[in-house]
Structure formats: structure tokens, C-alpha cells
């Protein structure tokens, strides 16, 4: 299949990342199909693209007409067979839970074109084991990154069965979009990112829970030093700066003891217990009490927006030096 070959993209789940996700298919001119379960997210879902589009008019990423190109171009439908029906690339965005994406899987392998194309946002779950089996050679792992619309990086995993042609389709679709997807090439639980972030959490709630520095130094501390680097070396490439020697004798310093795993982070846990999540209960690990969420957000997407654009060179080339 070719992109001159797509006519519509399902997009099923209108959650978290649905939203964002069918603007950027949108935003580039294929039309959008949206299914929702719950169909009360729909004016929410679009309102959240609405002002996604705004923030990207300010930063000038978009014009002003694109605003209702857009928008024209996603439609809410009332079942999954009508969003299903005819779409050459199905987008699964639901619920992390077996279950749910389980039911969802067997729901489009009865409705869907048996030549359509599978795609799962899931983050960590081995969607292979369950897909129906016939649906496997096309099907394949396409997790985004919030905000959608915002983050360029898109983790492609794929099956054992997954056909090397729908490989290379999703490739270069997700470059046209102007994202830029690493191909990670066997399933491995959370794959990239999420097993890097797995371990920086263990490291950040071992530092919190015993005082030894507060949120907002950590943060700085991050901001101002391994920030930066990595958007220049990376992870990897930071080793041959470093010295491999080094990195070797690193591996044998009894002075550095590793946070436990098996112990739960009382930083989180006391929290949790006093329903501080974040935000949306309003406070978690910092205090957003008396701001509006949706205005907090978007600040979050202006800031991300500004660092994305300063930092473009630094992601045009696989490697700068």
C-alpha cells in the first residue's frame, strides 16, 4: 500500500491520546474516522484538537485555515463498524488492560478490511499474544508520545509474523507526518522509553523518599545537565565522550548501591493515599491548586513547542558527530 492509497484512518479510542492523534493524520489531509465507547468524550475530544491547533497557529506551525481543514476532516461516528468500515489503517487507543484491548481486537478483526492495517498505541503490553491470529502479519506496535501533536518520537515495534512491507509502509507514513519513529525490531516490555523512565523513577523516588533533595532541585538538576546532553550524544554515543574504560570501571564501584525495586516508594504511595495525583486532582508532586488544568496544560505544550522547534537540528540527523 501506498499513502496515495488512504482514504480514511479509524482512530478507536477518544481518551488521552485519541484526540491528539487523529489531529496530526488530520492535519496532514487524510480523513478520520473516531470511535468512542463512551460518545460524551466526543465534544471534548474536540475542543482539545481545537485548541491544540490554536497553540500550534501561535507557535506558527499552522495557519489560521487550518483550523477548520482540520476539524472537517475528523468525524465522530456513532460504532465501531461505521469508523472501521472502509479504513485502510485502524488505530487501537484504548485502555491499557488485556481484556479491553482483547475484545477491541476481535471486534475489528470481525469488522475491518482484512487487508487494513493494525496499529496499537499500546506502551508496554505484548499486543501479539492478543491479536487474532489471522490479523498478526498486519498488525504492529505504534506508540506515540504525549502530547501526540507535540512529540516527535513514535517507538515501531514489531511481530514475529508482523509482514515486512507493512514495516516499511508505517516507516515512511510516520516520516510524512514529519514524526520520527524508531524501529525497535522483537517485542521487549516497555520498550525504549518506558524501560529508561522505569529506572529514573526508581532512582528519583529513592532520592525523594529519603530527603535527600526536593522536586524542584531534582528537576533543576535534570533540566540543566543530562537535558541538554542527551538531546546532543544521546544515551549511547554519551559513552565514547565519557570513555568506555570508565563506563567499564563504573560497572565494578562498590560505592554506588542501586535503589531496591521490591520496596514501594513511600514519596508515591502517601500520595496516592491522599488522592494527589497530579494534575488532574489539582496537586501531586507540585501544588497546581486554583489553576485551571486544561490552561496548565496548555502551558506545558507551549513550553514543549518552543524546545521542540529550538532544538530541531538536533533530531534532523541520527547522529551529529
Partial sequence: METKDLKKIAVIGMGT???GISQVLAHAGFAVSGYD?????????????ANNLDLLIEAGQAQPEDLEKTLDKIT??????????????????????RPIKKAV??????????????????????????????????????HWFAPPQVLPLI?????DQTLPEVVEFTMGFLELLKKKPVLIKNYVPGFIINRLLRILGRETYFLLDNGYVTPEDLDMAVKASIAPRMMVLGLAQRYDFTGLDLTY??????????????TEPEFVVSRVKKNHLGIKTGIGVYDYEGRD???V?????????????SLQFCLDKKRLL
Fill in 155 to 159: 517507538e515501531v515495534v514489531q511481530g
Fill in 293 to 295: 488544568k486544561a490552561e
Fill in 76 to 97: 465522530f461516528v456513532d460504532s465501531m463498524e461505521e469508523a472501521v468500515k472502509g479504513a485502510q489503517i485502524v488505530v487501537e487507543v484504548v485502555s491499557e488492560k
Fill in 105 to 142: 481486537y476481535e471486534q475489528i478483526d470481525q469488522l475491518a478490511d482484512p487487508e487494513a492495517i493494525i496499529w496499537s498505541n499500546t506502551s508496554t503490553l505484548n499486543i501479539f499474544e492478543l491479536m487474532v491470529p489471522a490479523r498478526l502479519p498486519r498488525t504492529i506496535i505504534v
Fill in 17 to 19: 491520546m485519541g484526540p
Fill in 297 to 309: 496544560i496548555k502551558d506545558r505544550d507551549r513550553y514543549l513547542l518552543k524546545v521542540v522547534n
Fill in 249 to 262: 570501571a563504573n560497572l565494578h564501584n562498590e560505592d554506588f548501591v542501586d535503589a531496591p525495586f521490591d
Fill in 37 to 49: 465507547l463512551n460518545q460524551d468524550s466526543y465534544p471534548l475530544a474536540r475542543q482539545v484538537i
